[in-house]
């Protein structure tokens, strides 16, 4: 045996810092290769095995990738035992470009798909992983694994089984450890990131999670079954908006968010909406529509009954003038509540839309209320567009009602659908028309006036604003063909402004009512989940400005005691009736005996009142029958309203 000192061992690639171990690793036959063991038993000899085996790459793309790294990434798990048996470090944390963060070796085995591997590095008898270990952005394993999920079935179907390994895995060699708990750098549980992230398969599947068994496991537990129906309690931990970062809040106020409206589908999401809307949100909508409304009417009195003459007017002493003042007061006090919400906005989550044209009205409101003081006449001006908007706001309150709210959405998509279309064909007219009436050599219009004053400053088709006017009026059919009597050419212009009719007043008119029509069909599902998403949006504004105390006393679900005769397991449930036509036998562990019928956990909020079983059938029977039967029925909530869209 020629003994070769360590140092020569340890020689590298200048460029990249590449071992001869590493070199052995990524040149596998048939995943063997005999150096390997050939250069571990030199490094043992020599006393450096640790160090030799540790060496990392050095170069930016690589960096920190061991060889362990590289045996994981060959799927060789005969050289990967051999590794960490000879010292290899489980916890290196390759920290390249090539990698995202820092990758561990178990976020590397677990991303790649091998679970023997993931095992063996969670249970051995020389260095087992601590599962609680994370990358430069904090994400644990179960991180890393949502990082890669892409929403394809194939892709969906490989992290859930992995990540369900690795919950059970974990939970059997360490019970205290809630590894779905930790959060990372942005404040996300593996949860969240899931909902942040737009990854609806696998937020369904850890919020659905029923084990047989293992209920301290399980988010979603069957309280009873009886035949297709089931009422099921779901885990509000990190999913209702009680706590801070929940996994609702997220998806509602995410506008960035892929597949959201998607994502409100999901029980219980879908039902808590629907259970926070008619518990005290919805209430809270029609005062503030009411309160609104009476403020309208004031702002519109106001305007109407303005005097005539130079501003400011002095008030009179009468009862007209007391009414008038007091109608100042009230609309100058809206308008700084609208500003001042205005402003909040930047910094908190509330309704977007609503909050910029209230913000615009208030400023529009200010400006007038400072030109009138100021004895400016252009403070009419401002009124009137303070008033129009304050009007056009009036269709925020449509949401509060399932068809005014799904029409109004539907009206909004059509008409941004159609000026879209509208614009792009407008604008080409705009620049072609005018450049053929222009003779390039004379620099006059072919169809200027024969006679007339030089300085008359009559509009002519010179004038891109005059020529696009004109061009609107002919076509919405209010044209004005009298004035070419006065150009040359007649016959030249009335073959152009025939064709310019057809082509838009008749053939571009027809054809954006047939795309309205298509657009409208197309749309209608679609706005049933854009109206739920407003009225989602709506209804966490609502709860945002109450108090904690009354946050408390509101809340959503009710704390039950999950343990039974075992180690007590309270958590904060939120009750959901489902029926589910494809399964008829449940062997899944219940709760209660008898269906209907819970004795949940005294608690100082108000607790959810828990439907009958004759109720539930009569509902279910009655709700099934009047619409058409599917086949491929899923999970439906009979109570539900809102689901028979999805």
Known sequence: MIHVKMSCLLNTKPSNGKTALLKALLNLKEGENDTIEHLLEIAEKTGDLKDFVNAAYTDSYYKGQTALHVAIEQRSAKFVQMLVKKGADVHAKACGKFFHGNALPLSL???????????FLMNNPYQAVDVRERDSHGNTV???LLS????SPKNTEFVIAMYDHILFKANQLHPKIKLEE????EGLTPLTLAAKTGKVGLLKHIVQREFKGCKHLSRKITEWAYGPVCSS?????SLDTYEKNSALEIIIYGSEIPNRLEMLHIEPFNRLIEEKWERFAKRMFLFNFIVYVIYLFILTAVAYHREEGKPPYPYRKDSKGYQLLT?????????????????CSLFTPPNKAFCCISFLQAVLFLVCALLYCFGQDEYVACLVLCLALSWVNLLYFSRGSKNMGIYNVMIQKVMTYISNKLCSFKFSIAQIIPQMFVVPSMGRSLFAPITGNENCTKPSFKSIYYTTLEMFKFTIGMGNLEFTDQYQ???????????YIVMTYILMLNMLIALMNQRVEEMSVESTSIWKLQRAITTLDMEWILPHCLKTRLRS???????GEQEPDRRWCFSVEEVNWNQWNRNLGVVTEDPGKCMPVPSPTKLQREPSRGGLLQTFSKRWTQRPQRRDVQELSPLAEASSFV
């Open 109 to 119: 085995a677990a991303c790649t798909n091998q679970p023997a591997i993931v095992d």
């Open 142 to 144: 179960l991180h890393a």
């Open 148 to 151: 890669i999920a892409d929403n």
């Open 182 to 185: 930790i959060e990372n750098n």
């Open 233 to 237: 309690l779901y885990d509000l931990a």
């Open 327 to 343: 109608g100042h007061i009230i609309t100058t006090i809206g308008a700084l509540y609208f500003f001042i919400r205005g402003v």
């Open 489 to 499: 050419y007649i016959e030249v212009f009335y073959v152009l402004l025939i064709l």
């Open 557 to 563: 679900g009710e704390e039950k005691d999950l343990g």
